[in-house]
């Protein structure tokens, strides 16, 4: 029996024991959990939030991973491996999955989420074909790359072209990825929050030029206007999953321009139809979770150094001191821009 953790209730946290899986099944790996990122998803359940939570359960589905064996009929890993888990289990006989779209598919279960995932020291098993190595990467960089997956999946989903002005609403750790891969495309990157220290973060460590405070009252509108010569913006990616934002958002679009959403919220959203969303002839975008090809892609990305994550980390914690460390990041003021926790060494 071996350490773990588990969300027992709202705002309820437990360590528990949990064996050790002694050999993977057919398509299976035996993994180890190195590392795993905390997300707004691992805070929602935690807050009992999120709607496809059910307690108890162990949270982890940002992770970076070490295989200890594989079964039967597994390729494309082996033991040893240093890998990334992409947490999505789609069923691969529906409509969507057949589709591509197995980031949509309707019996899709999160790892983490919709069933227990990695926050445990003991050895588990995960399907062998939702791992993507990595062995020139650290398990830091690793566990990140889901994170970074959400924020890849969502501008390729905006499609910038080169010349475009492209804004991300909310720099928590999606809006974040976000700006990692559009720093890489010849496009022009603004980038909105409430939060002057995340938005320092951006300007200072990844050399954003235009950091936008964003006012209750919304005079940073006329701020947007003036730096984009009164063009406003022709991608805006929403990563802050509030009702309000998503339609605000609205304002701050060019003619033509798409509006991707990527956070996620729970309420009806009722937007400005006449005067913005069919004036402008806009494009409104969903982008859900991530495709299996995102991850290698990162993964090449990540180690050709365009993408350096050494900044995002400011907080770090054991996981023996998830019980009493965790409810802390429920609070905007602790200032984490990416908070990963060491499961094993």
Not at 141 to 154: P, Y
Not at 173 to 180: D, K, M, S, T
């Amino acid at each position: 029996m071996s350490y773990a953790i588990e969300f027992t209730d709202v705002k309820e946290i437990k360590p528990v024991d949990l064996p050790d899986v002694e050999a993977p099944g057919p398509g299976e790996a035996l993994v180890r959990t190195h590392r795993m990122g905390i997300c707004g998803t691992d805070l929602s359940c935690y807050l009992g939030k999120f709607p496809f939570f059910a307690y108890p359960r162990t949270p982890g589905h940002e992770l970076g991973l070490e295989v200890i064996a594989v079964g039967e009929g597994v390729t494309n890993v082996k033991t040893g491996d240093k890998c990334s888990l992409e947490p999505y289990v789609n069923d691969p006989s529906t409509i969507a999955s057949k589709k591509g779209k197995s980031n949509a598919c309707p019996k899709v279960q999160v790892i983490g989420v919709h069933k227990s995932g990695g926050l445990r020291k003991s050895n588990w098993t995960v399907p062998a074909h939702k791992l993507h190595p990595g062995n020139e990467l650290s398990y830091d960089e690793l566990a990140l790359v889901e994170t970074l997956a959400i924020g890849f999946h969502a501008v390729k989903r905006g499609n910038p072209q080169p010349g475009e002005t492209v804004m991300v609403i909310g720099a928590g750790p999606i809006g974040l990825a976000c700006l990692e891969f559009l720093k890489l495309m010849d496009v022009k990157v603004l980038v909105v929050d409430f939060a002057q220290n995340r938005l320092d973060f951006c300007a200072e460590k990844l050399g954003i030029p235009h950091p936008i405070q964003a006012k209750p009252d919304g005079a940073h509108l006329a701020e947007i206007e003036t730096i984009t010569e009164g063009g406003f913006c022709d991608v805006i990616i929403d990563a802050t999953g509030h009702a309000g934002s998503m339609v605000q958002c609205f304002e701050y679009a060019a003619v033509g321009a798409r509006v991707v959403y990527v956070g996620i919220t729970a309420q009806d959203i009722t937007f400005p139809q006449a005067p913005f969303f069919h004036r402008r002839e806009l494009s409104v975008i969903a982008s859900r979770n991530a495709l299996p090809a995102d991850f290698p892609e990162i993964i090449e990305i990540l180690k050709s150094g365009k993408i350096d994550l050494s900044n995002w980390i400011t907080h770090r914690l054991d996981i023996e001191e998830v019980p009493t460390g965790f409810d802390k990041f429920t609070d905007p003021a602790t200032g984490a821009i990416k908070a990963v926790i060491t499961v094993n060494d």
